[in-house]
């Protein structure tokens, strides 16, 4: 069973309208397993799945976090798993 996560802004904005410009924006990740999240670090800035790294920001080096939580869910993952 897939689900979709989506990397929702803060705002006033009613939830639709926020998950709607995530998707618009490429703000989303599918996963059959855990939450796979991933942020790239530069000295000015930080970004996620989604977000564009504008040119004044480009460099030849990142920092790269990836993290995979598999809290989330977790009883659904244990009923697929578990024969």
Same mark, same amino acid.
């Given at each position: 069973m897939s689900i979709t996560y989506f990397n929702i802004d803060d705002d006033d904005e009613s939830m639709? =309208?926020?998950?709607v410009r995530a998707?618009?924006? $490429?703000k989303a990740s599918v996963?059959?397993?855990p939450l796979v999240t991933l942020e790239?670090? =530069?000295?000015?800035s930080s970004y996620k799945i989604g $977000?564009?790294?504008p040119r004044q920001d480009?460099?030849?080096e990142y920092r790269l976090h990836a993290a995979a939580d598999f809290s989330v869910r977790k009883g659904i993952w244990q009923r697929l798993i578990t024969p």
């Amino acid at each position: 069973m897939s689900i979709t996560y989506f990397n929702i802004d803060d705002d006033d904005e009613s939830m639709v =309208t926020r998950a709607v410009r995530a998707i618009t924006a $490429d703000k989303a990740s599918v996963t059959i397993g855990p939450l796979v999240t991933l942020e790239i670090n =530069t000295d000015l800035s930080s970004y996620k799945i989604g $977000d564009r790294i504008p040119r004044q920001d480009q460099r030849s080096e990142y920092r790269l976090h990836a993290a995979a939580d598999f809290s989330v869910r977790k009883g659904i993952w244990q009923r697929l798993i578990t024969p």
